[in-house]
């Protein structure tokens, strides 16, 4: 098992550092000080009247009065003084292993713990009885983990227990994959009674139905066959412990979850799989990581490569659209009774469920925490980056996800190659959003890898899906879509399957996703399909296009010597547009979602326009817009938005990026396509005021078939106005800055794209406009560029 430490919490190095200025006020500040002022631990001190445990990295205190001071000793030294809340509890954390002491402050009156003993992750291991022990049955129940605390569980079979043992998977999330069963037939009266069906006759066939999961890949792992265990991770919902972001108990919990639902009898081989998307997408390289013996497979779906870099502070810029919103709502749903449905289980008298709300006020608020750090924190950013840790996950893997995400990104391709150690990787890329994973045209591959590597049977499709899956698609995509069917059916054994899944490349690449179905355009589904050896494709060649002072874009470098530049200014409202504005998180699942992709206001933006393709120019992987900026403040942000203006006038979105200045220096791994900027605070540099410094803006990763006779269009702004629901925070300092993009001999700016040959199949006609999933199309409206006056 690989370790799973971390760097300290801020509020445990605050409270630490408050300790040690509190000593150093008692020793030398205060000449006159006694020295009893100077906190102790006192061999006198009576037995503390509150309950104090440990576990890997943490001492929980429990029933002290409220707003109890307390001071954690080790060595007889200080280590983290801080109040219990308004429940009488307190978490210390972060802890090195080693024994402690918890007292309350010095004095006649003093109180303390025995010796705590923080164990290592290798000491607070069980023996295989502590799993073996527990027994879970059909419906609610709770999962003990190593350190005592119960985690909130539903389990689902497809069938009678004594039908089984069953091929199982776990969903493992902070949403509400715990909940007990829903009925799914009344969610969905409507559509169910559009499609001609009886939900009282679907209950009797289908008794799932009636008795759902709470989360969709739960829902449909049960539907395919398999037993599902759906469990909260602790700090939410009905689960105990406090909330906090993946922190390494979180980790160790997910452990302990899989290797107590693999012993149970009603699992096939006691081993099991992992599914989810998002968040129990992200959970499973989490999990992973830790090395669970009896971990078969995971299949997240709709993830980010890096938690910072790729999703929370692309190029250096807070996301506030998403990420932090995001954190937001997920900790709002870890306070006591947040998630709405562990009010009614104490009502009926769950006691666990009640008591386990009691260390709620010990939930660390995450996006606090995130907003302290005006930089990649190393090892802490670390600790959260699947680019970095996916070297410890040693499981086969199904990864699918969408270039254009609007919730967690689309750097998701980066993963590629950062799972070495895997004895098998299959990825699924596409053009469109957070949800398509669930789309037929994933699901199928899906349920084949599933069956390969967790079922261990030759891959088949439950008829029942057929039946499920038009409510559910039409539900999520506002679509009629079958299921697809499933590859590999045709072999005799699953060795033989196995052998011919093998035998494919890795990488299946869906082009034009949206475009598969004339009759139904923005349905997902590609019009065409494509396997590659890696990703990027092999052959990607850097292909780069000159900006140009008249507002072109062209294969030839500048050759006036003149200090040409076009400029713009500064605009905080860029960074505050969304192209999907409102409420539900859902509208950018439909086929043909209400996208307002404004046109860049006057003065705002530098763009630049090729002239007409003569052929097709497939592209696939990175890109870089490699710029040469004269910036009239020392820091600031940029953001690019790359397009395709088609010959009938419309334009289609591509992929954008965004980079904060001061973080310009390219990484170790940086290529022409790929500027890999590492974030640290290291390698900030403050832009020379009035002088050009080259600034490579990364664009995330995309697959493109631009066709002959299209435009290429690069647009440079303030970032914003070209996602979905990402927006920015924006650096201090840039109200009425300007930007000069240069393009002279001296000042080449340009954008790199990836041109690949292996990208075939595709129609030579162009896809619908409105009609590419996650790519938003509105009427091209020549823009007029703002030359330098310097």
């Not at 046109?599 to 933006?605: C, K």
Request: glycine residues 10%; aromatic residues 8%; proline residues 9%.
């Amino acid at each position: 098992m690989t370790s799973t430490s971390r760097t300290p919490h801020l509020r445990v190095v605050l409270a630490t550092l408050a300790a040690v200025a509190l000593l150093g006020s008692g020793c030398t500040t205060n000449d006159s000080a006694d020295a009893s002022e100077v906190p102790t631990l006192s061999p006198d001190a009576t037995a503390a009247g509150f309950e104090a445990t440990t576990s890997v990295g943490q001492i929980t205190v429990t029933g002290a009065p409220e707003a109890q001071e307390l001071l954690l000793f080790s060595d007889d030294e200080i280590v983290a003084e801080a109040e219990t809340d308004s429940n009488g509890a307190l978490i210390f954390r972060d802890l090195d292993p080693g024994e402690y002491t918890v007292a309350t402050p010095s004095g006649d009156e003093q109180q303390a713990t025995d010796a705590l003993q923080v164990p290592t992750e290798a000491e607070s291991l069980p023996e295989q009885d502590f799993y073996e022990g527990q027994t879970l049955e059909p419906g609610y129940t709770y999962i003990e983990t190593r350190d005592g605390t119960q985690l909130a569980a539903s389990v689902y079979l497809p069938g009678p227990v004594e039908d089984g043992p069953y091929p199982t998977v776990v969903e493992y999330s902070g949403y509400d994959p715990a909940k007990p069963g829903n009925n799914l037939l009344e969610d969905n009266a409507e559509a169910i009674e559009e499609l001609g069906l009886d939900a009282e006759e679907l209950c009797g066939m289908l008794a799932f139905l009636c008795d759902a999961p709470a989360q969709p890949s739960s829902i449909i792992s049960l539907a395919m066959g398999y037993a599902v265990v759906a469990v909260n991770v602790r700090g939410t919902g009905c689960s105990g412990g406090a909330y906090d972001y993946f922190e390494p108990l979180q980790v160790l919990d997910g452990y302990d979850v899989i290797e107590t639902v693999a012993a149970q009898d009603w699992v096939r081989g006691n081993t099991v799989g992992m599914v989810g998307l998002s968040y129990p997408g992200i959970s499973q390289l989490f999990v992973a990581r830790s090395q669970p013996p009896s971990l078969s497979a995971i299949t997240p779906l709709s993830v980010p490569d890096d938690t910072v870099r790729g999703l929370l502070s692309p190029g250096g810029i807070f996301n506030k659209g998403f990420a932090l919103t995001w954190v937001d709502e997920v900790l709002a749903k870890a306070e006591p009774y947040g998630q709405g449905w562990e009010q009614e289980l104490v009502d009926d008298g769950d006691e666990t469920c009640e008591a386990n709300q009691e260390l709620r006020g010990q939930n660390v608020d995450v996006t606090e925490y995130a907003l302290s750090f005006d930089h990649y924190p190393k090892e802490l950013g670390d600790w959260y980056n699947p680019s970095v840790f996916g070297e410890d996950i040693e499981v086969p893997i199904f990864l699918s996800g969408s270039f254009q995400d609007e919730q967690t990104g689309g750097r998701f391709a980066r993963l590629w190659g950062k799972f070495p150690n895997s004895p098998l990787v299959r990825f699924n890329l596409f053009n469109g959003a957070h949800a398509d994973g669930y789309a037929p045209m994933n699901l199928s591959e899906w349920k084949a890898f599933l069956d390969l590597y967790v079922a261990d049977e030759v891959p088949s499709m439950p008829p029942m899906m057929n039946l499920l899956a038009p409510v559910l698609m039409e539900d999520v995509f506002g679509a009629s879509l079958a299921v697809e069917p499933v590859p590999y059916a045709q072999y005799a054994t699953p060795d033989e399957a196995r052998a011919a899944y093998e035998a494919e490349k890795p990488v299946r690449l869906v082009l034009e996703s949206g475009a598969g179905d004339p009759e139904q355009p923005g349905a997902p589904g590609g019009s065409a399909q494509v396997r590659l050896d890696q990703w990027p494709p092999a052959d990607v060649e850097p292909s780069a296009f000159y900006l140009g002072a008249d507002g072109t874009l062209s294969p030839s470098e500048p050759t006036n010597d003149d200090d040409a530049a076009t400029r713009y200014g500064f605009d905080a409202e860029i960074a505050e547009t969304v192209t999907l504005p409102g409420d539900s998180t859902s509208d950018a699942f439909k086929a043909l979602p209400d996208y307002d992709w404004p046109q860049e206001p006057a003065g705002s933006a530098a763009v630049f326009l090729s002239d007409p393709l003569e052929e097709d120019l497939p592209l696939a992987g990175g890109a870089s817009a490699d710029l040469w900026i004269r910036s009239s403040v020392p820091n600031g942000d940029i953001g690019v938005t790359l397009s395709e203006v088609r010959p009938d006038g419309k334009e289609t979105y591509i992929q954008s990026g965004v980079l904060r200045l001061d973080g310009r220096k390219p990484g170790p791994q940086a290529t022409e396509l790929f500027p890999d900027q590492t974030g640290y605070e290291e390698d900030a540099e403050a832009m020379p005021v009035d002088e050009y410094e080259l600034v490579q803006v990364e664009v995330f990763p995309f697959a493109h078939v631009l066709r002959e006779g299209s435009r290429i269009r690069l647009s440079i702004h303030t970032p914003g106005g070209d996602r979905p629901r990402w927006s920015y925070i924006l650096t201090g300092g840039q109200e009425g800055a300007t930007f000069d993009v240069g393009h002279s001999t001296a000042t080449p700016s340009r954008l790199v794209l990836p041109v690949t040959g292996e990208l075939d199949g595709f129609p030579a006609a162009l896809p619908p406009c409105p009609g590419l999933r996650g790519q938003p199309c509105r009427e091209h409206v020549p823009y007029e560029n703002t030359p330098s006056p310097d």
